[in-house]
């Protein structure tokens, strides 16, 4: 993952978009197996001249470096289909655990991408359907926003070993570092456990040396260096009042609307209570078995 921050000149850049889809078209295109990729990723990739510059820019306008990760990321997206990825592609009771969502902003003004990591537990059983629940999100998001970037907030309280599968944070990595250029604005680690320091260590060197300036560790007292209190939960010194629920998707354009102001918390004082109350519900079943299916809880 490159640091962006190099600019060219606005005439290379347009011959490099013309050389990465000239060169891609006769170098990964022709001659390959017709099913490779994805037609639809093909085609926006000779139309939008944004996602091409942003391909270029995360390889520091390297073309072959930028062709071997458009490359990578569309043959991602077509083994996880994700053109056709829709709310209904994912289990239901993986929305319903609230482990991982959009909400929020930070002081930058970019939207945060929560990961609640004590809400998860290592399961190969549930490691495609997971990877898929991530992407969904991220695909979700770079529609609606192109071009913006996200901030990944690691919520570490009360977590430990039996939480974090680093196969899976290897994915989360590799999805800003491969399958969406100029995605990660920083990854933001609260409140980590002292335990799981040598974790983290591993994870520093999977970011590479031109990154982990992204990567950063805070405190509970710390977290509002990158965070104002109104997207803090209280838990870390915050006063948003968001409370997770499913259905439907949580996402800020009806659940807390922005204003120039900050957040208008839209739900009334009953409404907030039932949150509270299936949160609650919610959590208890992540303790207990499920005879039937997957526990509900999410597997990290």
């Not at 799981?196 to 300036?213: C, D, F, H, Q, Y």
Request: hydrophobic share 35%.
């Amino acid at each position: 993952m490159a640091e962006v921050g190099k600019f060219e000149p606005e005439q290379d850049i347009e011959k490099k978009i013309e050389e990465t889809r000239q060169k891609f078209n006769n170098e990964y295109v022709q001659g390959q197996e017709s099913d490779k990729y994805d037609s639809r990723d093909v085609d926006r990739l000779q139309k939008d001249d944004a996602l091409v510059e942003a391909y270029l820019t995360w390889r520091l306008f390297s073309v072959d470096d930028a062709l071997k990760m458009i490359d990578d990321s569309f043959m991602w997206r077509k083994e996880f289909s994700l053109n056709d990825l829709t709310e209904s592609s994912i289990p239901k009771w993986m929305f319903e655990t609230g482990a991982v969502f959009l909400h929020g902003y930070d002081k930058e003004g970019n939207k945060l991408f929560w990961f609640k990591v004590k809400l998860h537990t290592k399961d190969a059983k549930t490691s495609m359907d997971k990877k898929k629940y991530v992407a969904f999100w991220l695909e979700r998001y770079a529609k609606r926003e192109p071009g913006m970037p996200l901030t990944v907030v690691f919520d570490m309280a009360d977590s430990g070993i039996s939480n974090i599968d680093m196969d899976f944070v290897k994915y989360v990595i590799n999805c800003f570092k491969v399958y969406y250029p100029k995605f990660l604005s920083k990854m933001i680690i609260v409140d980590m456990p002292w335990i799981l320091n040598a974790a983290w260590k591993i994870v520093r060197t999977w970011l590479g040396p031109e990154a982990i300036s992204k990567l950063k560790f805070a405190s509970k007292n710390e977290i509002q260096t990158f965070i104002g209190p109104e997207y803090l939960p209280p838990h870390m010194g915050g006063t948003d009042p968001f409370r997770y629920s499913y259905p439907p998707l949580p996402d800020d354009d009806f659940q807390t609307p922005v204003c120039e102001n900050g957040p208008i918390v839209s739900e009334d004082d009953n409404e907030s209570k039932d949150f509270e109350s299936d949160s609650k519900e919610l959590e208890s079943s992540f303790s207990s078995e499920v005879a039937i299916g997957p526990k509900k809880g999410w597997f990290w």
